[in-house]
């Protein structure tokens, strides 16, 4: 039978402990270990035990560490708890450090995209507009050879009634202020900050294309009375008149002296289909611009409608009031009006979504008014807009298709836009190019650049309006091109103008290494040296044969004659001379090329007042028998 008793050693003095005491043994505490071991006779007996025996009295039964943790909800093991904590304060020292190093830490902004060509170009074309500015300049102008000019504008009127007319832009390398060119850049300039406003903000010129829209609605806003228009205030100084004006003085604009009360002359109209029209483009475009300024918009867009039911309701140009500006009108003398009447129709449209707008637009190509259209075919300019507003409806009909009953003169519009289109291409030979390839719309014309400009821009717009339609190809006659060929004439000529022509020049001053040195152009040919020149005094910078003193970066002058030549001397107005209306279109050409964003067109903004469209059914069809 089995024994449950631990084994012993035979050889056991007497009065040993039997099999039970030595089982005993094994429940000895640890107090009574200690009291064996005291004293020599005890030591003695302990020695006296087995290997065995003397590990059952020396063992003190350390206790063991605990396992586990009693959480209360749970138990779990302690290395595992451990761990918890450890990393729950290690993730939350790595957050404060994290908010530390965020919050003051240096700051990494997505860096803009590398600059190109156009892009270069885009922000020197802008700064032209800077140098142009009239009146009291803001601090941002930042240009220490211009200041405050011609701040007593509108106290000298042809009708002998006082009014503000201080600010604006001068028109080229003189003094005056033109009205009508004036409005037609401010139009071209917001077209293309419309259209491209993602590319604008990727280059960091949003705002200065906006700063400069503004300044000229600003003065635009000034020139008429948006309560009751009666009169338009269509310039300010004079270049044709007998003896000392803005044109035979060669004076810095902070001179002009030849008026006695150092005021010059405005001059108003009473008739002006044509520049009402043109002004209300321009107010209701730059609208669109500042919808995010809803009180600025608001005041554009009702100076917009008022100056727009002047033009319809006083029919004739501008230019055939009479009077002292019968004297000027050589300089911008309208050919019709009807186009004008579409052109700020479509962008009342756009700015307003009111389709009593459309319904104008579409009927008025029943209504042509404008004997010479035929003669200026494919030009787009400040006296020919038809072009440009086909253009501009041809988008609202490939984008939107308000169908009938608009369609049929909105497929008109399309068909016309397509043959000019056509006719740019160099595979035609509707208009003759110069040896290089500079495209030429009237050889007899002086100053090629500003059309050449506005055709780039136009012709790179409608490739992305086909794009953003899904239409990669478009029909000439019987040929098939792909948008690409469009894209190709467009960046042709830009290029033309920048640089690459026989003479290696490019025609924006301050651009590349070779640039006009003589641009036409009085403040930047006289220095800035503390002296006032007065109206003749001027003439020894005028007539100097050297460079001028301040390059004017940005400004873009008339060009090339028809074989590709260039005389660069201040006195060759023609050539040298830049403008408004020709920065304006290099600007939206520009724009139009730069890589500061992917894609083409923003097609929202322009389409934001309109009202989804909901096309009326057509007519039924007449009764029919057999």
Request: aromatic share 12%; proline share 7%; glycine share 8%.
């Amino acid at each position: 039978m089995y024994n449950n008793r631990w084994p012993v050693p035979l050889e056991v003095e007497a009065g040993a402990a039997s099999d039970d005491n030595i089982l005993s043994r094994n429940s000895t505490s640890a107090s009574e270990v200690e009291i064996i071991s005291e004293g020599p006779s005890s030591r003695r007996r302990l020695e006296e035990l087995d290997e065995t025996q003397r590990s059952w009295l020396l063992d003190t039964r350390k206790s063991r560490k605990p396992t586990q943790v009693d959480l209360g909800c749970i138990t779990c093991d302690i290395r595992f708890f451990l761990f918890s904590i450890c990393l729950f304060w290690t993730a939350c020292l790595g957050t404060g450090i994290g908010i530390v190093v965020w919050k003051y830490g240096p700051k990494h902004h997505p860096q803009p995209p590398p600059a190109d060509n156009y892009t270069v170009a885009l922000g020197m074309a802008l700064n032209f507009f800077d140098f142009q500015k009239s009146g009291y300049l803001p601090p941002a102008n930042n240009i220490t050879w211009r200041g405050p000019s011609a701040l007593l504008d509108g106290q000298n009127t042809s009708d002998n009634v006082k009014t503000n007319l201080t600010g604006g832009y001068y028109d080229a390398g003189d003094n005056i202020k033109f009205g009508f060119p004036g409005a037609f850049t401010m139009t071209l300039l917001s077209w293309g900050a419309i259209e491209y406003g993602s590319r604008y903000e990727a280059i960091g010129e949003m705002e200065h294309i906006m700063e400069i829209i503004k300044w000229g609605t600003d003065y635009i806003l000034e020139t008429f009375n948006a309560s009751n228009v009666d009169k338009i205030y269509v310039q300010v100084g004079v270049g044709n008149t007998p003896g000392q004006n803005d044109l035979t003085c060669w004076e810095r604009p902070e001179d002009l002296d030849y008026f006695d009360d150092t005021s010059r002359i405005a001059l108003p109209v009473y008739v002006g289909s044509d520049l009402a029209g043109e002004m209300a483009a321009a107010l209701a475009a730059a609208s669109i611009v500042f919808k995010n300024t809803p009180d600025y918009s608001k005041e554009l867009l009702k100076g917009a409608t008022a100056l727009y039911k002047f033009a319809v309701d006083s029919k004739g140009t501008y230019s055939a009031n009479g009077g002292l500006l019968q004297s000027e009108v050589e300089f911008y003398n309208s050919s019709g009006y009807y186009d004008e009447l579409l052109w700020g129709g479509a962008w009342l449209y756009y700015a307003t979504g009111n389709s009593s707008y459309l319904s104008q637009v579409t009927y008025q190509a029943t209504n042509n008014t404008n004997p010479g259209a035929a003669q200026y075919f494919g030009v787009f300019d400040w006296d020919n807009k038809l072009v440009g507003a086909q253009l501009l409806l041809t988008r609202l009909r490939i984008l939107q298709g308000p169908g009938y009953p608009y369609e049929q003169m909105l497929s008109q519009y399309n068909n016309q836009t397509n043959l000019v289109m056509c006719a740019y291409l160099p595979y035609f030979t509707t208009f003759p190019r110069t040896p290089a390839g500079l495209i030429l719309f009237d050889e007899k014309r002086p100053q090629p650049l500003p059309a050449v400009a506005n055709a780039a821009f136009l012709a790179a717009l409608y490739a992305d309006y086909l794009e953003a339609a899904d239409m990669p190809i478009w029909q000439c006659g019987p040929n098939q091109f792909g948008i690409n060929i469009l894209r190709n004439f467009s960046q042709s000529q830009i290029d033309y103008i920048l640089g690459s022509n026989p003479l290696n020049m490019s025609y924006v001053a301050g651009f590349s290494d070779k640039f006009p040195q003589q641009v036409h152009h009085r403040a930047a040919s006289m220095p800035f040296d503390n002296q006032r020149y007065s109206c003749t005094g001027g003439y020894i910078w005028r007539d100097k044969n050297a460079s001028n003193p301040h390059v004017l970066p940005g400004a873009m002058v008339g060009g090339p004659d028809n074989y590709d030549q260039f005389t660069d001397i201040r006195s060759n107005s023609a050539q040298t001379e830049p403008s408004l209306v020709g920065n304006a279109g290099l600007v939206a050409a520009l724009i139009a090329h730069s890589n500061g964003t992917k894609g083409g067109i923003d097609i929202k903004p322009l389409f934001a007042a309109i009202p989804p469209s909901y096309p009326s059914s057509p007519p039924p069809p007449a009764p029919w028998n057999p």
